[in-house]
């Protein structure tokens, strides 16, 4: 299957723990955002990276998350010291190409529950 | 902010009964998608919608987007159980997708 693949499908971590949440993109695919959905709520736009490039990480948090899509390896974004409120399920999702209409293609997501 | 409301949030009905849900704004939208999510899944593109007044079918599902571009619709006909899921509209330029909260469409047989 080639599709995107996120691991792991479900975290656990304690309050000021980190979460390193993977993301594989598409064979071929070198654009990669990061969505984070909340119970009831869409998903909303965290950051889109390219090869060892942020291009947009306006929807991010200033503190405490950082995301990276190395030359080698898959797309990680991470949290450090985490609280209760980044409990959500984080979406990623690659195209392969730029542009307002290009089709993006969903990972299963990982459930990031903070205790 | 582009902001699209979805409406209504929750749609509960018996197989083979017809559909309909909104995606609204009061902004002009570039294009417009509609995906589809199970739950413990991603999302799954079912259609883009890109000229205003464009109506588009797939299967059962047909999905038009309003002539001003602020608004667009998805009708299902003879609703099956299989079409359960959370539907999401889409939109924004570039790479960083707005979206709606969703609607969670309930299809009893």
């Known amino acids: 299957n080639a599709g995107v693949m996120q691991n792991p499908r479900h975290l656990v971590r304690r309050r000021g723990q980190e979460a390193r949440l993977r993301c594989s993109p598409m064979?071929?695919?070198?654009?990669v955002y990061w969505y984070r959905q909340l119970p009831e709520e869409g998903l909303k736009f965290m950051v889109y990276?390219?090869?060892?490039?942020?291009?947009?990480e306006s929807g991010m948090p200033k503190e405490r998350f950082s995301a990276e899509f190395p030359k080698e390896g898959p797309s990680i974004l991470r949290i450090q010291q985490v609280v209760r409120g980044d409990s959500a399920a984080y979406f990623c999702?690659?195209?392969?190409?730029?542009?307002?209409?290009?089709?993006?293609?969903f990972g299963s997501g990982t459930q990031l529950s903070v205790l | 902010t582009q902001l699209l409301e979805q409406s209504p949030q929750f749609l509960s009905i018996q197989e083979g009964e017809n559909l309909t849900v909104y995606c609204n704004s009061s902004?002009?939208?570039?294009?417009l998608q509609w995906y589809r999510q199970e739950p413990g899944e991603g999302p799954v593109l079912l259609v883009t919608?890109?000229?205003?007044?464009e109506v588009k079918k797939l299967k059962r599902l047909t999905f038009q987007f309003g002539d001003a571009r602020k608004d667009s619709s998805l009708h299902i006909t003879a609703a099956q159980p299989g079409d359960t899921g959370l539907y999401l509209c889409?939109?924004?330029?570039?790479?960083?997708?707005?979206f709606g909260a969703g609607t969670i469409l309930r299809v009893k047989s």
């Open positions: 889409a939109g924004g330029g570039g790479n960083k997708l707005v």
């Open positions: 064979k071929g695919h070198s654009h």
């Open positions: 999702a690659s195209s392969l190409l730029a542009g307002t209409n290009e089709k993006l293609f």
């Open positions: 919608v890109v000229t205003g007044g």
């Open positions: 990276l390219q090869k060892e490039n942020i291009i947009d």
């Open positions: 902004s002009v939208f570039s294009s």
